[in-house]
């Protein structure tokens, strides 16, 4: 479970770095910011490589971030593995556009935690902790699997009906967004870079991915979905590309934790940086009974 890695180990690496733990000091925030950001990819890819019994790849020096990233997924040790730049290009986009997206809940969890003055290290392993649930960092991976439960082109009218009967909780994934009601402009960009992936790597006639090209013209024509402005949505094609690039869904959320954590570091040190910022204290308040007659526990059913 690479996931379960990445929580624990990323948490792990405040006992293994002892220095620029004192987050009073510039320096320090500053360096664990940039180890945070340099070794997530690295265990990331580790975690994964583990997960299939394959030798762990160093990061190289020379390649930008997302060469590196794909060079220690998809690397073996006796093979020159070349990095695409197009499918470079497409990790960058998706890393980027996952960067930071303002208090959705794991960055909430990451300011949180780290109003606390817990160390940093802890504080992001506590945002992968809450990215890990399924409500925040599966949709992409639910995407996929209802292409995948779709089957064929042919499977799509029957598909949509039960999405549209109100009787059924059957959504269409990768649809709809909570803030974005026109177009997300994110997903604009993943669109064109899922074509983009697709032709060079000669799968259009994938039939996953062509599967999804069909759903997605026949949904974006559909009055139910065009009334309720309902377009894909970023993880609508986030799934396609990842599962184009060859990387496993077990793979999803953690390449997910890797693009946030950019946007968590940056979160964290605005807020500890902040002379105004205090313990994040949410008050409670009770709304249940006032009194309550005591029975004892004999009498309990
Ligand atoms: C993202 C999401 C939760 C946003 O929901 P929302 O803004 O609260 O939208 P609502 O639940 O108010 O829905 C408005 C209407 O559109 C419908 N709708 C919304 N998303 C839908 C979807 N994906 N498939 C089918 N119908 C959908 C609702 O049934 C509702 O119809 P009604 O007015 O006839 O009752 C929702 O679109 C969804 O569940 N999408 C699929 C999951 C997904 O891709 N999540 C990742 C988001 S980045």
């Avoid at 180990?9 to 664990?32: C, K, W």
Wanted: aromatic share 10%; hydrophobic share 40%.
């Amino acid at each position: 479970r690479p996931m379960a890695i990445l929580c624990g180990t990323v948490g792990a690496l405040s006992a293994f770095y002892h220095d620029g733990l004192d987050i009073s000091q510039a320096e320090d925030r500053d360096l664990s910011a940039r180890r945070l950001i340099a070794k997530v990819p690295t265990i990331a890819a580790w975690a994964y490589k583990y997960s299939i019994g394959e030798p762990f790849i160093y990061p190289d020096e020379e390649m930008s971030f997302s060469e590196n990233f794909l060079h220690m997924l998809f690397a073996r040790p006796g093979n020159h593995y070349r990095v695409n730049p197009v499918l470079a290009r497409a990790m960058d986009r998706i890393l980027l556009l996952h960067a930071d997206h303002e208090q959705n809940a794991s960055t909430t969890t990451v300011r949180l935690v780290g109003s606390t003055g817990a160390n940093p290290y802890a504080c992001i392993s506590a945002g992968i902790a809450a990215l890990w649930g399924p409500a925040h960092g599966g949709a992409n991976e639910a995407a996929l699997n209802m292409l995948q439960s779709i089957g064929t082109r042919e499977g799509i009218p029957s598909f949509l009906e039960q999405v549209k009967d109100k009787n059924s909780s059957v959504r269409l994934m990768g649809f709809g967004h909570r803030v974005y009601k026109n177009f997300d402009p994110r997903a604009k960009i993943l669109q064109a870079t899922c074509h983009e992936v697709i032709s060079e790597l000669g799968l259009e006639r994938d039939p996953l991915l062509d599967l999804a090209k069909e759903l997605e013209r026949v949904a974006t024509e559909d009055d139910y979905f065009v009334s309720r402005k309902l377009y894909p949505n970023v993880d609508f094609y986030s799934g396609l590309i990842l599962k184009a690039l060859g990387i496993p869904t077990s793979m999803f959320t953690v390449l997910f934790a890797v693009a946030r954590t950019v946007g968590w570091v940056s979160q964290w040190k605005e807020m500890i940086e902040d002379p105004a910022g205090r313990i994040t204290r949410p008050r409670q308040l009770y709304v249940g009974e006032t009194k309550r007659e005591f029975v004892s526990m004999s009498d309990r059913g």
